[in-house]
């Protein structure tokens, strides 16, 4: 039997030599490992210092190749693993793909893909507007990610490029029987750029899968210009959670206070008003410095752990610098300092400490290949 196996597969080789030579297949990855020092790192105000994964990428190994169809049709597919370099942990929940698991056609139409992959509107963030390409620390990452979501499950997204003008939608179906609004998502992504500017923004809502149906959507409006070795960043979010979902990305309190009521009260979600800015610039040809502001306004925010409802403001001030040993290699340092106030409390700064305040330093090493 194992005979035979091997003797079908040697023929369907040879046979489809032509199809294999115009196929492509490239393994790729990032290993960023970091040790990093807390000012306060648990509910007692305690400092800390550990190793972390990386402070400027997760850690990855993926899969992605081509298939050459003719006629500049393509098929193309992605498989994406996350990983925490500083334990070998999987991360995305242990899931084997969990940062993307997505197959389709691509041509001059643009591309088509389904699966688990990132939405428009945080690749529009991550590839263009950030001016830390989402950093990976939860410090620094706070904002982009509740935003945006990051990733879905199964999606349906198209990209296209339109000269200077680049669109993308995503699609997640929430599966849920009886209701194909419970549980689904859409994202969308608009982006021009005319030499060294560059305006886009989006819109997302997602719908949770309870009897409510509540939603959290969200506004992007974002701004970057280069100019010389420097390019500087610039945007605004506008989001408004029934779901809880936001507050949990943001590290600062879990529910909106419709939710932490109850009652699902109409017009009583949570509603943030996000506002970051950034720059960048290349000192030399191997040193880099980046610095960001991040700053949000909440409203309607509950904790019930502290019988905290009201309004509060974060805010985080981060810098990095890093030095590039090769093209592949880099040294890094950063350093950030947060701030909450009033119900946007941490959870780990809250009332058995006093303290609303975090500050973090990092050194680390990332390798790409």
């Given amino acids: 039997m194992k005979k035979s196996s091997m003797l079908l597969l040697a023929a369907g080789l040879t046979t489809g030599g ?29 400092s800390n210092v550990r190793m972390d994964n990386g402070a400027i990428s997760n850690s990855r190994i993926g899969f992605k190749g081509t298939e050459d169809l003719g006629g500049g049709l393509k098929a193309v597919f992605r498989l994406e693993n996350g990983f925490s370099s500083d334990t070998g942990a999987a991360q995305q929940g242990g899931r084997l793909f969990g940062r993307q698991s997505w197959v389709g056609l691509a041509g001059d139409f643009g591309k088509v893909s389904v699966g688990r992959q990132n ?60 209701s194909t609004r419970s549980g689904s998502q859409i994202s969308t992504a608009l982006r021009y750029n005319n030499g060294g500017f560059a305006i886009g923004g989006g819109f997302q809502q997602t719908v949770d899968t309870t009897a409510a149906r509540n939603k959290a959507t969200t506004y992007n409006l974002s701004a970057s210009y280069a100019f010389g070795a420097a390019k500087v960043f610039a945007g605004y979010y506008r989001m408004k959670d029934a779901t809880g979902v936001n507050g949990a990305f ?43 502001v991040y700053y949000d306004k909440s409203k309607n925010v509950a904790y019930q752990a502290l019988g905290n409802v009201g309004d509060g403001k974060r805010y985080t ?17 950063t350093v950030d300092y947060n701030k909450a106030k009033d119900a946007a409390v941490y959870e780990i700064t809250n009332s058995a400490n006093g303290k609303s305040n975090l500050t973090t330093v990092g050194v680390g090493i990332r390798h790409i290949f």
């Fill in 18 to 46: 032509a199809a294999f030579a115009q196929s492509s297949v490239t393994i790729y990855g990032i290993v960023d490992t970091s040790i990093r020092y807390l000012s306060n790192d648990n509910a007692q105000g305690s």
């Fill in 119 to 178: 939405t428009a509107l945080f690749d529009l963030m991550a590839d263009h507007f950030d001016p830390l390409t989402v950093g990976n620390y939860e410090t620094n990452s706070w904002m982009p990610a509740a935003a945006t979501r990051v990733r879905s499950d199964n999606t349906v997204r198209y990209d296209g490029q339109f000269g200077p003008v680049a669109a993308s939608v995503s699609y997640a179906f929430g599966e849920q029987a009886g």
């Fill in 250 to 292: 943001m590290e600062t309190t879990n529910y909106s206070l419709a939710n932490t009521a109850g009652g699902n009260t109409v017009g009583v979600e949570r509603k943030d008003d996000g506002y970051f800015f950034g720059a960048n610039y290349q000192a030399t040809a191997a040193l880099s410095l980046t610095g960001g």
């Fill in 317 to 333: 001030i981060v810098g990095v610098a890093e030095y590039a040993l090769s093209k592949r290699t880099q040294l890094y340092t």
